[in-house]
Antibody, heavy 120, light 108 residues
Framework: QVQLVESGGGVVQPGGSLRLSCAAS????????MHWVRQAPGKGLEWVAF????????YYAESVKGRFTISRDNSANILYLQMNSLRVEDTAVYYC?????????????WGKGTTVTVSS | EIVLTQSPGTLSLSPGERATLSCRAS???????LAWYQHKPGQAPRLLIY???NRATGIPDRFSGSGSATDFTLTISRLEPEDFAVYYC?????????FGQGTKVEMK
């Protein structure tokens, strides 16, 4: 069964940095695009970033553009999200999710999430 | 950016009843690239429907999706106790990918 396990969350001060990781298993990681999606406390789901299967194309939500960087290591089956200049409003549960096949960039498998708290 | 508006915000129903959830897009969704997800507290979201009307692997046939362009619907034909949750629509036809604000299906 396809598995995604996030790690790297924690408490950080405003302006700080964190790097999230997502370990993927039981599927051919290098064949699929991958997403990061977040949910702030009491709010709905918000798409954060997407990276194509080969890492060539990356897309970001306007709210994180210039501060967050999505990347991947296809040899180790790991997805990353480098988060810099963190703001209080970045506080959320962050999920990694596997994209669909080809141009179907829905999220067909999700991890259980890792919590990021930005607070002074 | 395509804005998705879901209605109603909350649906209060009993097990066995039919649930109809709406998702309206601010502009046409390319190729009907519209998905529906179920999300329960403390759990990972689950993909139910992709490309407007295709059930994801392992999803019971009481879940169905329909619609095109700007108007989409998720129908749960007979609610089971495990179906009470929040449901989100999401478009993936163009970046930025966007979610609706969610519809909570609660037990009456």
């Amino acid at each position: 069964q396809v598995q995604l396990v996030e790690s790297g969350g924690g408490v950080v001060q405003p302006g700080g940095s964190l790097r999230l990781s997502c370990a993927a298993s039981r599927f051919i990681f290098s064949n699929y695009g991958m997403h990061w999606v977040r949910q702030a406390p009491g709010k709905g789901l918000e798409w954060v970033a997407f990276i194509r299967y080969d890492g060539v194309n990356r897309y970001y939500a306007e709210s994180v553009k210039g501060r967050f960087t999505i990347s991947r290591d296809n040899s180790a089956n790991i997805l990353y999200l480098q988060m810099n200049s963190l703001r209080v409003e970045d506080t959320a549960v962050y999920y990694c999710a596997k994209g669909g096949i080809g141009t179907h960039r829905y999220m067909d498998v999700w991890g259980k999430g890792t919590t990021v708290t930005v607070s002074s | 950016e395509i804005v998705l508006t879901q209605s109603p915000g909350t649906l209060s129903l009993s097990p066995g009843e039919r649930a109809t959830l709406s998702c309206r897009a601010s502009q046409s969704v390319s190729s009907s690239y519209l998905a529906w997800y179920q999300h329960k507290p403390g759990q990972a979201p689950r993909l139910l429907i992709y490309a407007a009307s295709n059930r994801a692997t392992g999803i019971p046939d009481r879940f169905s999706g329909s619609g095109s362009a700007t108007d989409f619907t998720l129908t749960i034909s007979r609610l089971e106790p495990e179906d009470f949750a929040v449901y989100y629509c999401q478009q993936y036809g163009s970046s930025p990918w966007t979610f609706g604000q969610g519809t909570k299906v609660e037990m009456k």
